[in-house]
């Protein structure tokens, strides 16, 4: 049987959540049991920078599971970076270094502004009429 020894983290970007397991395998990435492929297929550049904490640590050799809801493909893409970020420094204490050198570890706290009373979104309002 597979080695069911996984680490969890958890990741989140604007209103997007990722819960991501990472165990020791082949390097294949499954977001909502679909491939990464198959999940953003037609975004070559998303796909890209789903492994760049891979590329940073120069090692692929793990298999990460993902369960993301929320948000638009880029804040989700976002949010699994943080989740696997957080998930192989828990696994190996000295990745941790490295991926906070490539700014990997950090939590991007913009959030989307809620929409006021009385105006047309967060912001804009109605045109100005002098008569």
């Known amino acids: 049987m ?9 990741g989140r970007r604007k209103s997007s959540t ?18 990464a492929s198959d999940y953003f297929s037609n975004s ?18 793990y298999d990460v ?6 948000g638009g493909h880029s804040s989700q893409v976002d949010a699994i970076k943080l989740g696997i970020s957080k998930a192989l420094t828990e696994k190996n204490e000295s990745l941790k270094g490295t991926l906070k050198k ?3 570890l950090g939590r991007d706290p913009r959030e989307r502004e809620r929409k006021k009373f009385g105006l047309k979104g967060a912001r804009k309002q109605r045109q100005f009429t002098k008569r």
């Not at 990722?18 to 491939?35: E, F, H, P, Q, S």
């Not at 599971?65 to 929320?70: A, E, I, P």
């Open 2 to 10: 597979a080695d069911t020894h996984y680490t969890y983290a958890l």
């Open 18 to 35: 990722a819960r991501v397991r990472v165990t020791n395998g082949k390097g294949i990435i499954t977001i909502n049991n679909k491939l």
């Open 44 to 61: 070559a550049k998303l796909l890209n920078e789903l492994e760049t904490p891979f590329r940073v640590i120069g090692d692929k050799k």
């Open 65 to 70: 599971s993902v369960v993301v809801s929320g």
């Open 102 to 104: 490539a700014d990997l």
